[in-house]
């Protein structure tokens, strides 16, 4: 598990390093935000497990900065950008996370926003054309997988 970043050049096709993450984390999210800056949130260390933590990358600055946590550690969560510029972080692995928080880039704050039917992991988010967050498949802790569909509406 590393702390540090790169950035991908299309235009060159390669990687060039940039700064370094606050918390050396794997198995995070990593959101674009509309001002161009990168939401990573939650995540695993291993010194220290499941994060709540998060931090925004700026890419005008290359530095990476702490701002509010979470509520719950989320592991292996999902993540997606809300039309109106919050951010959605569903679930994670680690226990029963069927929660959801959102974060609002405006104020730097996570709140909560209800919570999932079932707990789900390796599970995919879609933002669909109405605004509405379509949260769909997975497994159930290890149990198989699941064929089960939700709805979250911001």
Known sequence: MLASAE?????????????SMTTPRTNHTA???????VLVAGGYNVGHGPLASAEIYDPATG??????SMAVARNGAMATLLEDGRVLVVGGTDGPVTTAEIYDPATGIFS?????LTQREGF???LLHDGRVLVVGGS???????TSAE???P
């Open 7 to 19: 950035l991908y050049d299309p235009a060159t096709g390669k990687f060039r390093p940039t700064g």
């Open 31 to 37: 959101t674009l935000l509309p001002d161009g800056r």
């Open 63 to 68: 530095r990476f900065s702490t701002t509010g």
């Open 112 to 116: 909560a926003a209800g919570s999932m």
């Open 124 to 126: 995919a988010l879609a």
């Open 140 to 146: 159930h802790g290890g149990t198989g997988a699941l």
């Open 151 to 153: 709805i979250y509406w």
